[in-house]
């Protein structure tokens, strides 16, 4: 899996990049037929904001969220995927 992470308004520290990979990184239990993430942190005024769209075979999951927090943005937004990517394997094989 391949995490691309971009900022907008903000520098990308190696703390950043390190905790957005170890919260995404999680993800793959769930799927392992995930290809890669698009992940766009972006701050404007007070509000930290961050957006993810996960490429996966045979569906393509967005999620974005928003905080006075970076790192708790970034807690929301994993949290968001997780939950997409539950509810899309489970629409999978619920049909047999």
Avoid: C, P, W
Avoid at 75 to 91: F, T
Wanted: aromatic share 4%.
């Amino acid at each position: 899996m391949q995490i691309n992470i971009s900022g907008h308004h903000v520098e990308l520290t190696e703390a950043l990049r390190n905790y957005v990979g170890s919260k995404l990184g999680r993800l793959e239990r769930h799927a392992e037929n995930i290809t890669h993430i698009d992940v766009v942190l972006n701050v404007e005024k007070l509000r930290q904001k961050v957006e993810a769209t996960m490429r996966m075979a045979g569906a393509e999951l967005f999620a974005a969220a928003e905080d006075e927090d970076m790192y708790a943005a970034i807690d929301a937004l994993a949290d968001k995927l997780d939950r997409q990517l539950e509810k899309h394997k489970g629409k999978r094989t619920s049909h047999h």
